[in-house]
């Protein structure tokens, strides 16, 4: 476990998965009409049911960030070096949640000897990702449901 004085970060346990989801479709919903149309936005926020949520608890490293024993953020790695997932509840948006998980994922990927971290960024959070030290690759586009996105590959060295 690591904290820092507002937020303790945890390995995410299969009762968390609901509130997994639950944030997921919340930070969508607040943050993808930003840069993606309504239907975009739709089969985005609809993408993490909790019965997709516990999959990523069980089969992947899923860690969440605490604010006085609340859960508001989430983030997953996929081995062997796949930053997959980073979504921070919209009522706590810019207050190092997002910075804290980056972190703790960066120190799990090292600890199994990646050597890079790779992640494919929505445009809303290619800034904070950035600010974690990854830098662009190339556009990419995604299909999630009946939906395509543009998201960008960026990665970050470990060495
Ligand atoms: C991207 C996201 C996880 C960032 O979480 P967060 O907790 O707000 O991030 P932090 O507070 O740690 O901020 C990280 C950096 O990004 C910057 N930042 C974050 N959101 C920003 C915004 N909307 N505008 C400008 N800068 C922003 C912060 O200032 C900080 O930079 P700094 O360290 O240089 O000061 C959050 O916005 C989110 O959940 N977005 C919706 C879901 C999403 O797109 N997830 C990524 C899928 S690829």
Known sequence: MSSTSEVTIRIAAIDDAPVLADIFTRAVLDQGPGFCTAAQTAAWASAL???RARSLIVDHATYVAECTDTVVGFATFVAPDV???LYVDPDHLVEGIGTALAAVIEQ????????ELR???SDGARIAF?????RHE???TKLL???TFTVTRMSKSLG
């Open 138 to 140: 190339e556009p990419h």
């Open 108 to 115: 799990h990927a090292h600890r199994l000897g990646a050597g």
């Open 130 to 134: 950035e600010s974690f030290g990854f």
């Open 119 to 121: 992640a494919e960024v």
């Open 145 to 147: 449901g009946d939906q």
């Open 49 to 51: 049911t909790a019965e």
């Open 83 to 85: 930053f997959h997932m």
